[in-house]
């Protein structure tokens, strides 16, 4: 069955920077655009970075050039790399489909960021 397990979150400070990775198995990874979201407390679920087949990103203005996105078909696994972290970025962070979350949702990955 589908599954996509997130990894990688934990508590930094402002400033600092985390890697996160999400694994997929249960369908073909390789032919899906993929996409990180997040969901602060009280808020809705946005989608802060989306990787093609071919590789092409695109982010919104929150958070580019700080994240990164990145993926290895190989391994089935795709990466957020969180460079510069601000308090505001403190949520749960999940990967899902990047055009539309049309996948089960994991877990997600806990990210706080505080001093």
């Known amino acids: 069955q589908v599954q996509l397990v997130e990894s990688g979150g934990g508590l930094v400070q402002p400033g600092g920077s985390l890697r996160l990775s999400c694994t997929a198995s249960g369908f073909t990874f390789s032919s899906y655009t993929m996409g990180w979201y997040r969901q602060a407390p009280g808020k809705q679920r946005e989608l802060v970075a989306r990787i093609t087949t071919s590789g092409s990103t695109s982010y919104p203005e929150s958070v580019k050039g700080r994240f990164t996105i990145s993926r290895d078909n190989a391994k089935k696994t795709m990466y957020l790399q969180m460079n510069s972290l601000k308090p505001e970025d403190t949520a749960v962070y999940y990967c899902?489909?990047?055009?539309?979350?049309?996948?089960?949702w994991g877990q997600g990955t806990q990210v706080a960021v505080s001093s």
């Open positions: 899902n489909g990047g055009n539309a979350p049309d996948l089960p």
